[in-house]
T-cell receptor
Framework: NAGVTQTPKFQVLKTGQSMTLQCAQDMNHEYMSWYRQDPGMGLRLIHYSVGAGITDQGEVPNGYNVSRSTTEDFPLRLLSAAPSQTSVYFC?????????????FGPGTRLTVT | QQQVKQSPQSLIVQKGGISIINCAYENTAFDYFPWYQQFPGKGPALLIAIRPDVSEKKEGRFTISFNKSAKQFSLHIMDSQPGDSATYFCAAKKGRETSGSRLTFGEGTQLTVNP
């Protein structure tokens, strides 16, 4: 199994540009989520999904859109990039209702908005 | 509003010493408390987790101590090694939440173990 994969690994955008961060998992996990990691602020939840066709907002959803058309894929779209969105983005997945609730994280996408 | 507060922000210990990282939470609906370990350039990975029905859980050199009345839990790393140098995150999950496995993370602690 490849686990959770994310592309691209690095990205530089200009203010106002849009882009999509890709996330895929091959573990048949129902739950998928996007976090951003900023120094001193931990991991903050952007959006999450409990299954195909179902998404919801996390703590910091503004400026981001998601969709979940398949179990495997959960792309994150930046509509109009802003410097405040400079961050490292992690996608994670897990089974929805298990004893361990372990989340598996991808390797991250480092985004810089100039 | 930070529902899980973690301290210290950074920690330096000598090889063989004990590393202690503390977390405090506010919401009594939390019922699952994991710790994640993150190495530079990698995503976080589950290290150890505890439920509030026990006060301590040990896995090798890593121990979680849990104090339900104080709403605090801590990670102890015994015989710390340079390979333990990483960022550690505590987290918490609400029970019976319709959002499934949604976790709330602490701010993170950067641990450095000097040889």
């Amino acid at each position: 199994n490849a686990g959770v994969t994310q592309t691209p690994k690095f990205q530089v955008l200009k203010t106002g540009q849009s882009m999509t961060l890709q996330c895929a998992q091959d573990m048949n996990h129902e739950y998928m989520s996007w976090y951003r990691q900023d120094p001193g602020m931990g991991l903050r939840l952007i959006h999450y999904s409990v299954g195909a066709g179902i998404t919801d907002q996390g703590e910091v959803p503004n400026g981001y859109n998601v969709s979940r058309s398949t179990t495997e894929d959960f792309p994150l779209r930046l509509l109009s990039a802003a410097p405040s969105q400079t961050s490292v983005y992690f996608c994670a997945s897990s089974f929805r209702d298990t004893h361990s609730y372990e989340q598996y994280f991808g390797p991250g996408t480092r985004l810089t908005v100039t | 509003q930070q529902q899980v507060k973690q301290s210290p922000q950074s920690l330096i210990v000598q090889k063989g010493g004990i590393s202690i990282i503390n977390c405090a939470y506010e919401n009594t609906a939390f019922d699952y408390f994991p710790w994640y370990q993150q190495f530079p350039g990698k995503g976080p990975a589950l290290l150890i987790a505890i439920r509030p029905d026990v006060s301590e859980k040990k896995e090798g050199r890593f121990t979680i101590s849990f104090n339900k009345s104080a709403k605090q839990f801590s990670l102890h790393i015994m015989d710390s090694q340079p390979g333990d140098s990483a960022t550690y995150f505590c987290a918490a999950k609400k029970g019976r939440e319709t959002s499934g496995s949604r976790l709330t993370f602490g701010e993170g602690t950067q641990l450095t173990v000097n040889p």
